[in-house]
């Protein structure tokens, strides 16, 4: 029984969840998904479940023992309990290789071997190095027989789950992402991964690939078959074994198990050293922790460095696969692993190089570099006929013999360049980049709720009690106490205002007196009567004018009608410029006139962005407010849309070529 299969999805994983979540103490939950392995193992026969319980009691019973013995004795027990774990699976590995066993034994292997051998490789080794072994069978055998793990990985470690075994709780976060996790992954494998699959063996089969010859004049294939069927088989590959992952790790997590990740966009990688990193994580750390730094790791001189690589990769290959190309595959990584390690210096420099353009075409290179490396692995490790793999390596080199491009493929690549497009989008860190900006969205809603807490609170709740105290009035006039002090104060300006009074009215009489220092009778004759204040001159006073008064008045009048003919000039020079502002104001209201239309537009225009803008703030005020609900809700619609998608591709009613079609 595999994850992709209806009998799991639909009768399986609901049963379980139905009796798991039917009580709430954890030693019910802990039997449910023991008992669920047992039943999910038996499915693969009872062999497999046999030889699961014989290697689990022989783990436990070795670690306890690892546990109470003395340093002497430690290395030979743990010895001892390797080769019991390594031989079994080294025999069914080769097992089609030994002639003298019968046919029913030939190739046959445990359900699951490969994956919880390691496992157990590791309890041991940790329980070697000094840590607790396990007391309880029952919790080791939770580790063992766990079903989310046990087919595809990843590579657990005792240490990761010996602690939510004994104690972990319910989460609807949790719940909520791993039956997201879960229906992603199914749908990854169904949509994705199968059809891919089938992609490739369309378009490039066995039997043709083993007619072609070097010989052979023209094959019945293009070159364009060729690569669509290697970089099909490439993301197949990545697809089909990550969604498995992804359904692991959504049950784990609906159960309240955490397990590790296992690849993190290894395409995305720009060198083999990094896509290692990313790809298949739990072997690659299990290979570091177990037997690379054990046998010295970098601290070694760089010949003994590069025997222990030597060791790690043929281990690799021989871990994945019994044939010798997969031994041919681990080697090809050690020797692009080795390079990279002689171009260590040359390889940081060039990653320290940041930012212009010379910097994004070396990221550039290095990313082709290393997909067009792993475009060829993946070659090796897809043909284990020896004919078949010098085949598909000629037919690379584009033979003259070889066509680009026939019509048959063509027409294939057409109608599945939608399924091409969306596996390669999502081979990517699609959804992990999504969960960081939501993730992003989530703590900025939370700050803007704590924020307006904060603000309806106040601070520390002591602007209420400002605004209540009584000294918050002190400043108005009802507040001000009459005392002896302030009605003094009040007594001496008053006094101030009437001395400054009376002087003020003295000024202004002495101001007469004064006037007739500053016009004397002899300068100014005419101003002699105003300045005594008698009334009108008398006659023998008019009579005995000067004839330089009289010259002065003649001046006066001369000057008046100066006067009057400037006022003239000036009246006329001011009806010009009237009439040319009066021109220059008609123009204005015809230019605006003209303006008024543009302007109410622009007008119109900026209260169009101003309502854009208004909305978008809305949008993402609510977007703050509501992040929670929508992130939860969101996942769980999109749980229901791949869970369906994948029951109508399980059941055979897929509608996805159609939609592959249509673009």
């Not at 080769?94 to 699951?112: D, E, T």
């Not at 697809?239 to 992952?245: I, Q, V």
């Not at 040359?346 to 930012?355: N, V």
Request: proline fraction near 3%; charged fraction near 20%; hydrophobic fraction near 50%.
């Amino acid at each position: 029984m595999q994850f992709s299969q209806m009998i799991f999805v639909a009768g399986f994983l609901p049963l379980f969840f139905v009796l798991y979540f039917g009580k709430k103490e954890l030693a019910w939950k802990n039997a449910v998904f023991f008992l669920a392995s047992c039943f999910f193992l038996l499915f693969q026969g009872l062999l497999a479940v046999a030889f699961l319980c014989v290697f689990t009691l022989f783990a436990f019973f070795m670690g306890k023992a690892l546990g109470k013995a003395t340093e002497g004795k430690k290395k030979k027990i743990f010895f001892l309990s390797l080769a019991g774990i390594l031989l079994p699976l080294a025999f069914f590995k080769y097992s089609a290789a030994l002639p003298f066993l019968p046919k029913m034994v030939k190739g046959w292997m445990p359900f699951g071997i490969s994956f919880y051998s390691f496992r157990f490789i590791a309890y041991l080794y940790d329980c070697y190095q000094g840590k607790e072994a396990e007391k309880e069978i029952f919790s080791f055998s939770l580790f063992a027989f766990a079903f989310p793990v046990l087919s595809q990985g990843p590579i657990l470690r005792y240490s990761e789950m010996r602690e939510e075994i004994k104690n972990r709780a319910f989460s609807y976060e949790a719940f909520s992402h791993g039956l997201f996790r879960f229906t992603f992954g199914l749908w990854k494998k169904l949509a994705l991964a199968d059809a891919l699959g089938s992609l490739s063996v369309e378009v490039l089969s066995s039997d043709s690939l083993k007619n072609a010859s070097m010989l052979q004049p023209s094959p019945s294939f293009s070159f364009l078959a060729v690569f669509l069927s290697g970089l099909s088989y490439m993301l197949q590959i990545f697809l089909d074994f990550s969604a498995y992952t992804d359904m692991a790790i959504g049950i784990g997590e609906i159960c309240g198990f955490t397990l590790p990740e296992n690849f993190q966009a290894p395409y995305r990688a720009r060198s083999i050293r990094d896509f290692w990193r990313r790809w298949h994580i739990s072997l690659s750390m299990f290979f570091r922790d177990y037997v690379y730094i054990p046998l010295g790791g970098n601290r070694v001189p760089f010949p003994l460095q590069v025997r222990n690589l030597l060791l790690i990769w043929i281990l690799t290959g021989i871990w994945h696969g019994s044939t010798a190309n997969f031994i041919l595959w681990g080697l090809y990584f050690f020797v692009f692993i080795l390079l990279e390690l002689c171009c260590k210096k040359l390889w940081k420099r060039m990653k320290k190089s940041e930012g212009g353009t010379f910097s994004f075409v070396l990221r550039c290179l290095q990313h082709v570099y290393t997909l067009v490396v792993l475009y060829f692995s993946w070659i090796l490790f897809r043909f284990s006929d020896f004919q078949s793999l010098k085949n598909i390596l000629w037919l690379h080199t584009l033979p003259k013999s070889l066509a680009l491009v026939d019509g048959k493929t063509l027409l294939i690549a057409k109608s599945n360049i939608f399924l091409l497009l969306v596996a390669i989008l999502f081979s990517g860190n699609l959804l992990s980049s999504l969960e960081e900006e939501w993730q992003k969205l989530l703590f900025r809603g939370k700050s803007r709720l704590a924020r307006k807490k904060r603000a309806s609170l106040g601070f520390y709740g002591m602007e209420d009690a400002e605004e209540d105290s009584p000294e918050a009035g002190t400043d108005s006039p009802e507040a001000v106490v009459d005392t002896p002090e302030v009605a003094a104060i009040d007594a001496g300006e008053a006094a101030l205002k009437g001395v400054s009074e009376a002087t003020a009215d003295e000024s202004i009489f002495a101001a007469s007196s004064d006037r007739k220092d500053l016009f004397p009778e002899e300068k100014y004759p005419m101003l002699k009567l105003s300045l005594d204040g008698e009334g009108d001159p008398c006659p023998e006073e008019t009579s005995g004018e000067t004839e330089v008064q009289k010259e002065e008045a003649v001046s006066l009048v001369e000057e008046v009608e100066a006067e009057a003919k400037a006022e003239e000039e000036v009246e006329s020079e001011v009806k010009a410029d009237t009439k040319i502002e009066s021109e220059e104001l008609l123009r204005e209201e015809k230019m605006e006139a003209e303006l008024s239309q543009e302007n109410q537009e622009d007008l119109l225009r900026h209260e169009k962005i101003l309502r854009r803008i208004q909305r978008r703030t809305k949008l993402n005020i609510f977007f703050l407010d509501h992040a929670e609900q929508l992130y939860f809700w969101g996942k769980l619609l999109a749980a229901i849309a791949f869970l369906l998608l994948s029951f109508a591709l399980m059941a055979g009613q897929s509608y996805m070529p159609f939609l592959y079609n249509q673009f």
